[in-house]
């Protein structure tokens, strides 16, 4: 070997053993990622989750299915679509992504092994990464589809001292034996199955007719989670998992069933933060669960990225586990446009650290400890748009991704376009995320869109306020549609998947 290659294998050599020197304080991973050569990809449906990611982490790209931008994103790279069978699920959207030749020939531009982080993904995608030569960071597939159990959260909740409603884990033969399982805990009930999306899987039952009607939905699908029906308010809280411990977002309050989003009863759409959203008691009691909780699923083998629900008895404060989701959520967007965010650094970027393997010594505590300040808290609120009515069509016109404007008559207008959610000047403004376009199927429970606001989206009672039901109707006036074609079939189920 000669002199000079002797030179540059050294040279290489300690430029590698550069990138592993210990990050000991916030500005040290601000500054990793700032420099960061790994070609990162976050490949989903939409970008929506991880928006604005791109902007703390250089090369950190998104790969969509759906062009929420029309092109005008500098980072999000969506493919031309090709022939593929009919999509049941987001990880059907992601093979599809990862199997599609401009998608890989995308990633392979880069002269690193890429990496890649999902909303959701399966066994089989991780066998497509391991073809072509891509680390997924995120715990294992497997391991992430145990711990969405909702009744293995029940346990690990138990096993961390975090406790749930009161409840009873077992499988239902039919009404009478409901009845008797359900003697410790009552008969005014909330019955879930172990997975699915809310407002799908979660069942109101005080009587034999209320079960009747979803008894297919609970008899013969395993153990099912039979809790005491409580008065509560829904809250999401984001947190990560490290070496260094558990880290922790703000508590948000949830919006949740609302008719003029969802048609869905119990079924989430969107999130509010403000700082007396929660007194200090509950806002303390959810952070020292969420950290038991996560000190706990790394006990489990996982770490990285997860979501809590938990319900606020309004009867005495009491905090229970509602759920966990071992991923990125709907509420992310949320999390990581935080007060805190733009003071520190974004959550998930404490995930991407986790999975850099690289060196870092913080001191979690005190982060959690200046993150759940109130003066970390400002005031935010998204809310997603369903189509609500039961009607198909097809959309002929539908509102850009951009910054709207709410006038005095209550009607909204374009103003600009963006893509930072921060640009919204002030409560009369609002940053929209188109999912539907013209040309897509407009059915029950199908995702029209995301809108993000300064302020609040709730009032009194935790009630839709005006101003909400303005943007929402506003918003929805600009999608126009053609009713389909008398001898067209429609084969659209209910509901389609969930997509963020």
Not at 144 to 153: A, L, P
Not at 417 to 438: G, M, Q
Not at 452 to 461: D, E, L, N, P, S
């Amino acid at each position: 070997m000669s002199k000079k290659n002797t030179k540059n294998k050294k040279a290489k050599g300690n430029s590698r053993k550069s990138t592993v020197t210990m990050l000991n304080n916030i500005s040290d991973i601000r500054r990793f990622f700032h420099r960061n050569d790994r070609p990162i990809f976050f490949i989903s449906a939409t970008n929506f989750n991880l928006l604005g990611i791109d902007e703390w982490c250089k090369n950190f790209k998104y790969i969509s299915y759906i062009d929420c931008f029309d092109g005008r994103h500098p980072n999000v790279f969506v493919p031309k679509e090709t022939v593929h069978p009919e999509f049941e699920s987001i990880e059907d959207i992601n093979a599809y992504l990862l199997e599609h030749k401009e998608v890989i020939d995308f990633i392979k531009s880069s002269r690193r092994r890429p990496k890649v982080v999902f909303l959701m993904f399966d066994k089989r995608i991780e066998k497509i990464c391991r073809e072509l030569n891509i680390d997924v960071w995120f715990p294992k597939a497997s391991l992430r589809e145990k711990i969405d159990h909702k009744i293995e959260t029940v346990r690990i909740g138990n096993a961390a001292g975090v406790p749930s409603v009161p409840n009873v884990l077992s499988k239902i033969k039919d009404w009478d034996h409901l009845v008797e399982l359900a003697k410790p805990v009552g008969d005014d009930l909330v019955l879930q199955s172990a997975f699915g999306d809310s407002g799908h899987t979660t069942f109101f039952i005080k009587n034999k007719n209320d079960f009747k009607k979803v008894e297919n939905q609970l008899v013969g699908q395993g153990e099912i989670k039979i809790m005491k029906r409580i008065d509560c308010r829904g809250s999401a809280i984001e947190a990560c998992a490290t070496k260094a411990g558990t880290l922790v977002g703000p508590l948000m309050t949830e919006l949740v069933g609302f008719k003029q989003l969802t048609p869905y009863r119990g079924g989430w759409c969107g999130n509010e933060i403000f700082p007396d959203a929660f007194n200090e008691e509950i806002r303390g009691k959810a952070k020292t669960y969420t950290q038991q909780f996560g000190d706990q699923l790394v006990k489990e083998g996982y770490r990285g990225y997860f979501e809590l629900d938990f319900l606020i008895d309004k009867d005495d404060g009491e905090v229970y586990l509602g759920e966990c989701n071992p991923r990125v959520t709907g509420a992310s967007s949320m999390t990581n446009h935080a007060a805190f965010a733009h003071a520190d650094a974004p959550l998930f970027l404490f995930h991407l650290l986790e999975f850099s393997n690289v060196p870092f010594d913080i001191d979690v505590d005190e982060l959690n400890q200046r993150w759940s300040n109130r003066d970390n808290i400002d005031d935010w609120c998204q809310m997603v748009i369903k189509h609500t009515a039961d009607s198909v069509d097809i959309l002929t016109e539908a509102p850009e991704s951009g910054i709207w404007s709410l006038l005095p008559d209550g009607s909204v207008e374009f103003n600009r376009f963006d893509y930072h959610r921060r640009a919204i000047a002030n409560e009369r403004e609002a940053f929209f995320l188109r999912i539907s376009k013209p040309g897509d199927y407009r059915y029950e429970g199908a995702d029209l869109g995301i809108l993000i606001t300064r302020g609040r989206a709730m009032g009194k009672g935790f009630q839709l306020n005006k101003r909400s039901k303005q943007w929402i109707e506003g918003i929805k006036a600009k999608f126009k549609a053609d009713p389909l074609p008398t001898a067209e079939p429609v084969a659209i189920s209910d509901p389609a998947f969930k997509i963020m």
